[in-house]
């Protein structure tokens, strides 16, 4: 089972801090396909996250398959966006096209696979996290990691080949499927 399941299994068993705990865990996600996916407002991402979550809380037994948090609230999120953004075109009728910005599915791809990226990095933990962060994130050069964790440069380069070979293999065969077992919410 894995972390985002078992985070739905105590939140249906009405463990609050759970429930805190899978909030936390999904909130940038949320955000992001807000911002990021469907280049909402901030002050309108807000009240869409708010809504994400207090529909999320209140359908979760709608939800077949425990493991399908993720797509099931990516799905909630993307309503939401849509009618969101419907609504404000009620307001002021620019233009009559679709709501949905175009290549919307490859931004929430890229969002989905991020995800995947940071938890396979937080699962890592240790040196590896530190140092493919500072490499990659940071973007850090050999010489300053390894002034910062002590150890020699040339030591960096292959530490961040293992850790990498490490986290290819937290990844693969993680894909993850959009029509996962999940039941609707209105």
Do not use: N
Not at 11 to 19: I, M, N
Not at 39 to 58: G, I, K, N, P
Not at 120 to 146: T, V
């Amino acid at each position: 089972m894995s972390q985002e399941a078992e985070l739905v299994a105590r939140c249906r068993g009405g463990d609050q801090q759970a429930w805190c705990e899978l909030v936390e865990h999904f909130s940038r996600y949320v955000f992001a396909i807000c911002i990021q996916g469907f280049r909402l407002r901030e002050h309108d991402a807000e009240d869409v996250f708010q809504e994400v979550f207090a529909r999320a809380y209140q359908h979760l037994d709608r939800l077949r398959d425990d493991e399908a948090i993720r797509p099931w609230l990516a799905q909630l999120t993307r309503r939401l966006c849509i009618d969101c953004l419907r609504d404000g075109r009620r307001e002021s009728p620019a233009e009559d096209s679709d709501v949905e910005p175009a290549g919307i599915d490859d931004e929430l791809a890229r969002l989905d696979d991020a995800l995947d990226v940071h938890e396979a990095l937080a699962a890592l933990g240790g040196d590896c996290q530190e140092i493919l962060d500072r490499f990659f994130a940071r973007d850090q050069s050999y010489r300053s990691i390894g002034e910062a964790l002590d150890l020699p440069a040339g030591t960096i380069a292959s530490r961040i080949s293992r850790c990498l070979a490490k986290l290819r293999d937290r990844l693969e065969g993680r894909k993850p499927s959009l029509s996962a077992s999940s039941g609707s919410v209105t």
